[in-house]
């Protein structure tokens, strides 16, 4: 199954709190469709990552473009597929 790990960096801190909310509800529908493994913020507040399974790293890019922090413009995204080459995402 792939992997595909989405970084998220933000623009000018940390998202308001109606984006930061309309993102937790965006992250609660992958988990709820099985797709998302991890996610969560860095220790430094500059951004966060989730690891999602189960898609192409272009169907993950279609959906974060569409996501409420990208659509506000309050972070931008990168995308990739990763390898995992020890242990698994329950």
Known sequence: ???????????DGPPT???????KEFLERLRADGLL?????????????????????????TRYRDSPIVRAGQATVAVRE???QIGAIA
């Not at 199954?1 to 623009?11: E, K, R, S, Y």
């Not at 709190?17 to 993102?23: F, N, R």
Request: no cysteine; aromatic share 6%; charged share 10%.
């Open 17 to 23: 709190p109606d984006v930061a909310g309309a993102q």
């Open 37 to 61: 493994g991890l996610t969560g913020g860095f220790t430094d507040g500059v951004g966060g990552m989730a690891v999602l399974r189960g898609l192409s790293p272009d169907e993950v890019a």
């Open 82 to 84: 990763w390898n995992i």
């Open 1 to 11: 199954m792939a992997h595909v790990v989405v970084t998220l960096t933000f623009v």
